[in-house]
């Protein structure tokens, strides 16, 4: 526990250095946002053999952990099923609804970004490498698969860095790879969400392949929208662990969009992917910061 505590209060420092650069994105969500699960005082001992059985379960899994990198063939499907798994071992389950996932090569997956679970959630879905802070690397156990995952590291106070990681988006779309972007850039509590940036875009645009949306919202089991999983203001990383782990169900349902072709207007690919991420709901300018786990 220790080891969490001091990376989260140096990260923490980091946070608030960063945010003094004015392009980067803020939310307005805190810890205010989230909403415990009830069933946690109403019945403690469920509650603490249910999680007991969840981290011994998680725990099983890490071993299995390097088959993410490893070049054996079906890759893909291992990644999707490990995910799978752990997902379960966390109270996690997902529903998938809308168009079909078209088995296309290159691709830029984007959605809304609410928590450090929506990186086993894509990763079920359509596992590819994500573009991630830079200091990502370094977090317990998040960290491990990250590397594995051959994440794309954004420094997030050097903008001046940016066209260089928007080149190696290009480059790997072009090589055929997988690449998942949160165009956010930080994290939300999935009520309340903010504007797309275009960065990340340009490199769709430039390899010239397309983008699938993904809408991804949390649920608790009786179809209330949840913000247990969220990861955002002052929470810290091993706070919103507990919530999850501890949680009765949390249902994650991912919408399937319409595959949109790059053109050559990157603003006008983020208005489109925007749109379909969000479906109807009007779109709110961010105020505050949340916790940019993935950029």
């Known amino acids: 526990m220790s080891s969490?505590?001091?990376?989260?209060?140096?990260?923490?420092?980091?946070?608030?250095?960063?945010?003094?650069s004015?392009?980067?994105?803020?939310?307005?969500?805190?810890?205010?946002?989230?909403?415990?699960?009830?069933?946690?005082v109403s019945r403690p001992t469920v509650v603490a053999v249910r999680t007991a059985a969840r981290i011994?379960?998680?725990?099983?899994?890490?071993?299995?952990?390097?088959?993410?990198?490893?070049?054996?063939?079906?890759?893909?499907?291992?990644?999707?099923?490990?995910?799978?798994?752990?997902?379960?071992?966390?109270g996690v389950r997902i529903?998938?609804?809308?168009?079909?996932?078209?088995n296309l090569r290159g691709?830029?997956?984007?959605?809304?970004?609410?928590?450090?679970?929506?990186?086993?959630?894509i990763g079920s879905v359509l596992p590819?490498?994500?573009?991630?802070?830079?200091?990502l690397i370094e977090w317990p156990a998040l960290g491990v698969v990250a590397r594995l995952l051959k994440v794309i590291p954004i420094e997030r106070a050097s903008l001046r860095r940016l066209p260089d990681v928007v080149r190696t988006v290009a480059g790997r779309l072009s090589t055929g790879q997988t690449v998942v972007a949160f165009p956010e850039g930080t994290t939300w509590c999935g009520v309340g969400y903010g504007r797309f940036r275009p960065a990340m875009f340009q490199g769709a645009v430039d390899a010239g392949r397309p983008v699938q949306p993904l809408r991804l919202t949390y649920h608790h089991r009786d179809g209330q929208p949840s913000t247990i999983?969220?990861?955002?203001?002052?929470?810290?990383?091993?706070?919103?662990?507990?919530?999850v782990i501890t949680a009765r169900l949390t249902v994650c349902h991912v919408q399937v969009q319409s595959l949109q072709l790059p053109g050559d207007d990157r603003r006008d690919l983020m208005a489109r992917c925007e749109a379909a991420v969000r479906g109807e709901t009007a779109l709110e300018a961010?105020?505050?910061?949340?916790?940019?786990l993935v950029a």
């Not at 994105?25 to 946690?40: E, I, K, L, Y």
């Not at 529903?95 to 078209?102: D, E, F, K, V």
């Not at 961010?286 to 940019?292: D, F, L, R, V």
Request: charge should be positive; include cysteine; glycine fraction near 6%.
């Open 4 to 20: 969490f505590s001091g990376h989260e209060r140096s990260d923490r420092r980091k946070d608030t250095a960063v945010l003094e």
């Open 107 to 121: 691709v830029l997956v984007v959605s809304g970004h609410v928590s450090w679970v929506d990186i086993f959630i």
């Open 229 to 243: 999983p969220a990861f955002i203001g002052d929470d810290s990383l091993l706070a919103s662990v507990r919530r």
């Open 22 to 40: 004015p392009w980067l994105p803020r939310a307005s969500c805190n810890s205010s946002c989230v909403r415990t699960d009830p069933a946690q």
């Open 56 to 90: 011994v379960c998680a725990l099983a899994l890490l071993p299995a952990m390097p088959l993410l990198a490893a070049p054996l063939p079906g890759r893909s499907r291992i990644q999707r099923l490990y995910c799978r798994l752990m997902l379960r071992c966390l």
């Open 286 to 292: 961010p105020t505050a910061h949340g916790h940019a």
């Open 128 to 135: 590819g490498s994500f573009v991630a802070r830079a200091d």
């Open 95 to 102: 529903t998938l609804s809308g168009g079909p996932i078209r």
